[in-house]
């Protein structure tokens, strides 16, 4: 079954549910990333497909590129591109 993509939110601000152990990534990325998908997991574990799309965001300075990920439980974090990059490279963060 084909996954559908939702279509852009537009601009304005992304509303996080985050306190206690739960928080979120921001993830800046590359202008040529808009529209690609980005896979997200704990530093690890294996890949399970959480993924979301790279965007073109709003932001007081003007418009950044980044891929948000909410509800993410406290930890060290790895990231990837895969559709872009075969040889799995990641970067990480925490």
Known sequence: MEE????????GPVVLDIGGHIGAAVVYAEPSTVGEEIEIRRRGDRWQGRHTVVRLRPTS??????????SLVAGAYEVRLPANDP???????V
């Open 4 to 11: 559908i993509v939702p279509l852009s939110s537009g601009h």
């Open 87 to 93: 040889t799995g490279k990641t970067s990480s963060f």
């Open 61 to 70: 300075a003007g418009e950044t590129v980044a891929a948000v990920f909410e």
